[in-house]
């Protein structure tokens, strides 16, 4: 993975982003706090704004150096979600001098782990982690038993939706539709939404490249 192709994946996720606002913006009107969309509208923009000064950087420092815009860029409980993120997958990946398949699913998985904890959340709780977590496993998985780049990533986007469609007769326990209680079953999760469109975002430049560069 290199700080070029981090530029190529956060630009192919503004973009899908965008394209799906009203989705995302339906979804947490319904059971969020309603300002979901704009912290991840400008979340993309700061992360685009970063491209040339990325460049310059291997991939763990441009990742931490994302995580850190992040922080100061989105508002509410996603900016140090999602920062812990890329912290996280920063730090696993200066502990590797190549990284192949394997080593990028670990520090995935590492990332999650970080929200995880930073959110002091799990899966089954209505939110981006019931995205995130079965994601992360099956990239391991899928990795460990030398599946092709290709062949991930058309897995990861069924992953994915199903993960995302999972969320829709949870009882929410984490956020602002922990609050609704049983009027929360019934809609999906934005933050699992937003994640859906982020990981299939992703894994279609990897079909198109077919392997990360």
Request: proline share 1%; net charge neutral.
């Amino acid at each position: 993975m290199q700080s070029k192709w981090i530029n190529q994946a956060a630009l192919k996720i503004q973009q899908s982003i965008l394209k799906h606002e009203a989705d995302i913006e339906c979804l947490d009107r319904e059971i969020g706090d309603g300002d979901h969309y704009i912290n991840m509208k400008r979340g993309c923009e700061a992360i685009s704004k970063m491209a040339e000064e990325l460049e310059g950087f291997n991939a763990p420092d441009a990742l931490n150096k994302i995580g850190m815009k992040l922080l100061s860029t989105i508002g509410g409980a996603s900016g140090p979600l999602f920062a812990s993120f890329f912290m996280g997958m920063s730090k696993h990946l200066k502990s590797v001098e190549t990284a192949g398949n394997l080593d990028i699913a670990l520090a995935f998985e590492a990332g999650v782990h970080a929200i995880m904890q930073r959110g002091k959340a799990q899966a089954g709780e209505k939110t981006m982690l019931d995205v995130l977590i079965p994601v992360a496993e099956n990239f391991k998985q899928q990795a460990k038993n030398g599946q092709s780049a290709n062949e991930i990533a058309d897995a990861l986007k069924l992953v994915a939706s199903q993960g995302l469609e999972s969320t829709r007769n949870m009882l929410a326990t984490k956020g602002r539709a922990s609050g609704l209680g049983e009027r929360a079953i019934g809609h999906l999760d934005a933050g699992a939404k937003s994640c859906q469109v982020m990981v299939h975002a992703v894994c279609d430049l990897i079909l198109e490249s077919t392997k990360i560069q």
